[in-house]
């Protein structure tokens, strides 16, 4: 899921992923751990493991 919001005078954006055995993880500003790149690459969301793919795919 991709959220939008504000926070105080900023724009953020909340990316949140369900991770089976480990419950729901949100992200802010696609900070993302290494553990959540290979997981998309894992399910077949993104090939290579990098952030920008991951972003490009969850925006589109």
């Known amino acids: 899921m991709v959220a939008r919001g ?3 005078d900023k724009n953020v954006r909340v990316y ?3 991770l089976p055995g ?3 993880r ?3 500003n696609a900070e993302f ?3 959540i790149l290979q ?3 894992g399910i077949g969301l993104i090939r290579r493991g990098e952030r920008d ?3 490009k795919a969850l925006e589109s």
């Open 16 to 18: 949140a992923f369900y």
């Open 6 to 8: 504000e926070c105080g």
């Open 26 to 28: 949100a992200f802010f």
């Open 53 to 55: 793919e991951l972003v």
């Open 22 to 24: 480990k419950g729901i």
């Open 39 to 41: 997981h998309a690459v």
């Open 33 to 35: 751990p290494e553990y």
